[in-house]
């Protein structure tokens, strides 16, 4: 097996300094990385997008760590991208520091045009030949999701089948009125690249667990694009939420400002009317307000960080004549 760490974009900053976005490229050694794309054989995991999305990096790690266990089971190439956004990964920040950018919102980027906009044309030209995409993302730092793949409707007849097979608990088809032109994902799918927009767990921090279920998936993935050859564990059959209209979810919003203290957790099935949490006061002692389930369903988000404004979201319910409309 062939592993080789590459710089795909370099940037000369100040100070001497350079910036590198960098992926560790494994392949079976003796075959060209021609013949592999053509044949369907190239797996890219990205992350790192959003500096205070973690999750990514644990998965990185395992998914180098199983293949270098077993490389003669390796078939294709597998080019990992742990850090897109090195600035704000070092700095725990959304988006580039000092610049105040989402980096998620600068592709496709421009050659010519400014240092993120350049980084950004020369992340999309180095996916050129990649079979397939997982662009893995976390929550913020106030919810906890359930990991989910977000497909918008413009490529649910493709992407749809493709994760069906990543292991994950719920895949999320959503309308197209809400496709931002200039995300990543976007920029490789209206390319003809296939990418899947990974969502899962909680920002800054890390959820093992969630991780290793991801991990599992792509290796489900790999060998059925012929990329992996041993053993792959049974993943699981997901919830898929057709919900074009936004009328599938509950939305649980906070009526008050205060502290919550959250009662279930989140992929957890509820009923109407039951108690999901509470909002209070900390000063007076007084509860401000139960936060009840609106209907039965799928509580697929949850809200981590207990401070709440008056309108925060706290929480995502599947209603349950999605759930039994797709048979679960």
């Not at 199983?66 to 850090?83: F, H, K, M, S, T």
């Not at 106030?142 to 089948?161: A, G, Y």
């Not at 994760?163 to 799918?189: C, P, Q, R």
Request: net charge negative.
């Amino acid at each position: 097996m062939d592993s080789q760490v590459m710089t795909i974009a370099q940037v000369q900053l100040p100070v001497d300094e350079v910036l590198k976005i960098q992926k560790h490229r494994l392949m079976p050694s003796g075959v060209s990385v021609d013949e592999l794309e053509k044949s369907g054989k190239r797996i890219s995991v990205v992350t790192g997008i959003h500096g205070d999305e973690l999750e990514g990096q644990y998965v990185c790690y395992e998914l180098s760590r199983r293949i270098g266990e077993y490389p003669e089971a390796l078939c294709g190439i597998v080019d990992i991208y742990p850090a897109m956004n090195p600035f704000g990964i070092d700095n725990i920040t959304r988006g580039i520091p000092a610049f105040d950018l989402d980096m998620n919102r600068i592709f496709p980027g421009n050659h010519h045009g400014d240092m993120n906009e350049h980084i950004a044309a020369e992340i999309i030209k180095d996916m050129e030949g990649t079979n397939l995409c997982l662009d893995l993302h976390a929550s913020n730092i106030f919810l906890t999701e359930v990991p989910q793949i977000r497909i918008n409707e413009l490529h649910k007849d493709i992407l749809v089948p493709i994760a069906m097979k990543s292991n994950v608990d719920l895949i999320w088809v959503h309308g197209a009125s809400t496709v931002l032109e200039s995300t990543f994902a976007y920029s490789l799918n209206s390319r003809g690249i296939h990418t899947l927009v990974v969502e899962m767990g909680v920002g800054m921090r890390i959820t093992e667990d969630y991780g290793n279920q991801l991990v599992d998936g792509i290796f489900a993935l790999m060998a059925d694009m012929g990329i992996w050859k041993g053993d792959v564990p049974k993943v699981r059959m997901p919830v898929v939420s057709n919900d074009e209209t936004g009328n599938d979810v509950y939305y649980l919003n906070a009526p008050f400002s205060g502290i919550f203290f959250k009662e279930r957790s989140h992929g957890s099935m509820v009923q109407a009317g039951e108690r999901i949490g509470c909002v209070v006061n900390p000063l007076t002692g007084e509860l401000l307000s139960e936060i009840t389930a609106p209907g039965d369903g799928w509580l697929f988000t949850i809200r981590e960080y207990p401070v709440v404004e008056e309108g925060s979201l706290m929480g995502r319910i599947l209603k349950k004549d999605a759930l039994e409309g797709m048979g679960h």
